[in-house]
């Protein structure tokens, strides 16, 4: 997710559709910065880093395993992705559960990020892959079932493949333009699961304590918010408060799962 730089009134918008920001951690706008610099300097409106399966997030089978367990007996959960960027999470979620029983009730995930230039992007369904990623979709996947989810093609010029997905994958996820900090009016009280995860160091304090404030009293039963690593990285946050300890003096209670809080 990209939410407004604090540090700056009128921040440099930097859309990177490629990703390669990702690969060299680097974002040039009349010079290199770094994103620790180009937050404190005001250079970065917002990034895109996002890529399938982030280690802390989406490589957990425990944490799938929780919410299936979780859910067990539910017939409908509401999942949320907050900053869901080009859909990376999102499907990486989805491929995460997909041999799982009784998934459906999980879909379509709400996948809403603030930035409608983003979500027109996402809406294209074009997904460049680097080859790590492809590896990791593969092992998920049996080589054959790949052709359900995605059509693949290689780009070998660029190093990379570009993916698109199909109805069947297309069809278990709804993109909208929402910003959290408004729309957490619009989740379901009970049985939702939200990743709110990768935007935190990007608001302001203020909005922050705000915000995990009235998460925890918009959500009731069986509802759980996951964040990432990088919401709780000091590297990051100029200062700010770690989302985990904005969520735990809200009231929100960990659970057994890293980065997993329940109501």
């Avoid at 009784?102 to 990020?113: C, G, L, R």
């Avoid at 027109?120 to 892959?129: D, H, I, N, Q, R």
């Avoid at 092992?139 to 359900?148: A, D, W």
């Amino acid at each position: 997710m990209r939410i407004e730089n604090q540090n700056t009134s009128q921040p440099i918008c930097f859309k990177n559709f490629s990703r390669a920001v990702y690969n060299s951690r680097k974002i040039k706008y009349g010079g290199s910065y770094n994103l620790q610099e180009g937050l404190e300097k005001g250079y970065i409106k917002h990034t895109n880093n996002s890529w399938m399966f982030r280690p802390g997030l989406y490589k957990c089978r425990d944490m799938y395993s929780f919410i299936s367990n979780t859910y067990r007996h539910e017939s409908k959960v509401n999942v949320y992705d907050y900053g869901c960027s080009l859909g990376y999470g999102t499907y990486s979620f989805i491929l995460g559960f997909l041999r799982r029983k009784n998934i459906e009730k999980y879909f379509p995930v709400m996948a809403k990020d603030y930035d409608k230039d983003i979500i027109e992007e996402a809406k294209k369904y074009t997904l460049p892959l680097q080859y790590g990623e492809l590896y990791d979709i593969k092992k998920i996947l049996r080589q054959e079932n790949i052709n359900q989810f995605m059509s693949l093609k290689d780009d070998s010029e660029k190093w990379q493949y570009i993916a698109y997905p199909t109805d069947v994958l297309k069809n278990k996820v709804c993109f909208s333009v929402a910003d959290i900090r408004d729309d957490y009016e619009n989740i379901a009280p009970i049985n939702s699961f939200i990743m709110a995860t990768n935007f935190w160091p990007y608001i302001p304090q203020d909005d922050k304590i705000k915000l995990a404030k009235n998460l925890y009293y918009r959500l009731e039963k069986n509802s759980y918010i996951k964040i990432d690593m990088f919401d709780n990285n000091q590297k990051y946050l100029n200062g700010s408060t770690p989302a985990e300890t904005l969520l735990l003096d809200a009231g929100f209670k960990k659970t057994k799962i890293e980065n997993l809080f329940k109501k």
